[in-house]
């Protein structure tokens, strides 16, 4: 009787450490070639879905413009906390109830409110404390600095209208007085404008009153989320439903290294390196600043979409910023 044997197993050579080592780096070279391309691709989606937004914010507005015939202030009462821009656009971008829930005075007389009432009235903090997406830039994904936490939880956004080319105070006292030699020229967005619903004391601006021309003057840009001290302290940057937050100022060019200022020095947080620098002064005034390398998304007055890079030259940047000067440059 014949016995089979079963034949040995073969024996599989296991891995040397060395070649493991080279797999591991190969692998590890693969990955840091890889993810620069990754980042690249993710920013330039993040970018592309910045501009989409800009692009409602301006149909938004030239909707504004068609129903009321002006564009709406930058703000209303002296202090800008009456209501912003961002207010009395909501209806134009599908928040008319956000819009309806509001009272006080961008509701006016004539819609059942008699009563003057401010951003951050208790019976407002449901609209305020409102997260809304379209008015969100991807790019700055900082869910931790998306609310002011001792301003009542109110939210923070991404977008800002032109407030011309000084600081906060524009053609106040008079216009003429220059700062540091920037004479003030007219911008889209007036502080302590007039309410279309109840025609109260007030201004704003038509498009008519935009002599320099809708594809030359600029409508509304990107701001950066403030970054907050702590879970009890803000930076006020981005608090657009606030008339010093809703705005920026052409005075320092996009993403500009010199300071941005506040009125006082616990709404700001100084953090040069995360492109906010920060400084207390006597008024406010804040550049455009958004988290894309190289520049920020901008739309003009009559609705197109521009990529202004960090080295414009800062005098066409301050003329695309005035509305009524007459300057021929543009950001073309």
């Given at each position: 009787?014949?016995?089979?044997?079963?034949?040995?197993?073969?024996?599989?050579?296991?891995?040397?450490?060395?070649?493991?080592?080279?797999?591991?780096?190969?692998?590890?070279?693969?990955?840091?070639?890889?993810?620069?391309?990754?980042?690249?691709?993710?920013?330039?989606?993040?970018?592309?879905?910045?501009?989409?937004?800009?692009?409602?914010?301006?149909?938004?507005?030239?909707?504004?413009?068609?129903?009321?015939?002006?564009?709406?202030?930058?703000?209303?009462?002296?202090?800008?906390?009456?209501?912003?821009?961002?207010?009395?656009?909501?209806?134009?971008?599908?928040?008319?109830?956000?819009?309806?829930?509001?009272?006080?005075?961008?509701?006016?007389?004539?819609?059942?409110?008699?009563?003057?009432?401010?951003?951050?009235?208790?019976?407002?903090?449901?609209?305020?404390?409102?997260?809304?997406?379209?008015?969100?830039?991807?790019?700055?994904?900082?869910?931790?600095?998306?609310?002011?936490?001792?301003?009542s939880n109110?939210?923070?956004?991404?977008?800002?209208?032109?407030?011309?080319?000084?600081?906060?105070?524009?053609?106040?006292?008079?216009?003429?007085?220059?700062?540091?030699?920037?004479?003030?020229?007219?911008?889209?967005?007036?502080?302590?404008?007039?309410?279309?619903?109840?025609?109260?004391?007030?201004r704003v601006?038509?498009?008519?009153?935009?002599?320099?021309?809708?594809?030359?003057?600029?409508?509304?840009?990107?701001?950066c989320l403030?970054?907050?001290?702590?879970?009890?302290?803000?930076?006020?940057?981005?608090?657009?439903?606030?008339?010093?937050?809703?705005?920026?100022?052409?005075?320092?060019?996009?993403?500009?290294?010199?300071?941005?200022?506040?009125?006082?020095?616990?709404?700001?947080?100084?953090?040069?390196?995360?492109?906010?620098?920060?400084?207390?002064?006597?008024?406010?005034?804040?550049?455009?600043?958004?988290?894309?390398?190289?520049?920020?998304?901008?739309?003009?007055?009559?609705?197109?979409?521009?990529?202004?890079?960090?080295?414009?030259?800062?005098?066409?940047?301050?003329?695309?910023?005035?509305?009524?000067?007459?300057?021929?440059?543009?950001?073309?």
């Open positions: 009787m014949r016995c089979l044997l079963t034949p040995p197993a073969t024996r599989r050579r296991a891995f040397t450490l060395v070649e493991l080592l080279v797999v591991i780096a190969i692998i590890g070279t693969l990955v840091g070639l890889l993810l620069p391309a990754v980042q690249a691709a993710r920013e330039s989606a993040n970018r592309s879905s910045c501009v989409n937004k800009l692009k409602q914010i301006g149909l938004a507005f030239q909707n504004y413009h068609s129903s009321y015939g002006s564009l709406p202030a930058s703000d209303y009462n002296a202090g800008g906390d009456w209501g912003t821009w961002q207010l009395a656009v909501l209806p134009f971008m599908e928040n008319q109830s956000l819009f309806d829930s509001y009272k006080g005075f961008m509701r006016g007389t004539a819609q059942g409110s008699t009563t003057v009432t401010n951003y951050s009235n208790a019976t407002n903090l449901p609209v305020t404390r409102t997260l809304i997406p379209q008015l969100l830039c991807p790019s700055d994904a900082s869910d931790e600095n998306t609310r002011a936490p001792n301003f109110i939210t923070k956004h991404n977008y800002v209208v032109n407030a011309g080319n000084t600081n906060r105070m524009q053609d106040f006292p008079v216009r003429g007085t220059p700062l540091n030699g920037v004479i003030y020229g007219g911008a889209p967005f007036i502080r302590n404008g007039r309410n279309p619903v109840n025609n109260v004391n007030g601006v038509k498009f008519s009153n935009i002599p320099d021309g809708l594809s030359k003057t600029l409508m509304a840009s990107e701001t403030g970054i907050n001290p702590s879970l009890t302290t803000s930076d006020l940057r981005g608090f657009t439903w606030w008339g010093p937050g809703a705005v920026f100022h052409a005075y320092n060019g996009p993403n500009s290294p010199t300071p941005d200022q506040f009125q006082f020095a616990s709404y700001c947080n100084n953090q040069p390196a995360k492109n906010l620098p920060c400084i207390q002064a006597a008024e406010v005034q804040l550049g455009a600043r958004s988290r894309h390398p190289s520049g920020v998304n901008a739309a003009n007055c009559d609705g197109s979409i521009r990529f202004v890079t960090n080295d414009i030259d800062i005098s066409i940047w301050r003329a695309a910023s005035t509305a009524e000067f007459g300057e021929s440059l543009s950001l073309d």
